[in-house]
């Protein structure tokens, strides 16, 4: 079992920034990659960002070059830096932990980011 917890979300106004946290408890020491969605109301759950625990990443193509996604793997935390915020960026973003070996997902609650025009 993991367990994830996101933190870092909040209102901003558009061209502003956040960091958003992820840490990952319990039986993750196996290969992994970590990663964050978001959900706005009434959409789907897309993909934002993706690393791999070797470091690989991989980006929507509406948030390259905008957000950079990290981990720390001594902490078993993720990251999303996100920049140059957009009224479309809001949503509930979800941070996702997949068992490679096993390719069970994990999901965290959530952390509501609002970006205000």
């Known amino acids: 079992q993991v367990q994830l917890v996101e933190s870092g979300g909040g209102l901003v106004q558009a061209g502003g920034s956040l960091r958003l946290s992820c840490a990952a408890s319990?039986?993750?020491?196996?290969?992994?990659?970590m990663g964050w969605y978001r959900q706005a109301p009434g959409k789907q759950r897309d993909l934002v960002a993706r690393i791999t625990s070797d470091g690989s990443t991989n980006y929507a193509d509406s948030v390259k070059g905008r957000f950079t996604i990290s981990r720390d793997n001594a902490k078993n935390t993720v990251y999303l830096q996100m920049n140059s915020l957009k009224p479309e960026d809001t949503a509930v973003y979800l941070c996702?932990?997949?068992?490679?070996?096993?390719?069970?997902?994990?999901w965290g609650k959530g952390t509501l980011v609002t970006v205000s025009s």
């Open positions: 319990g039986s993750t020491f196996s290969r992994n990659i």
């Open positions: 996702n932990f997949v068992d490679v070996r096993s390719a069970i997902n994990y």
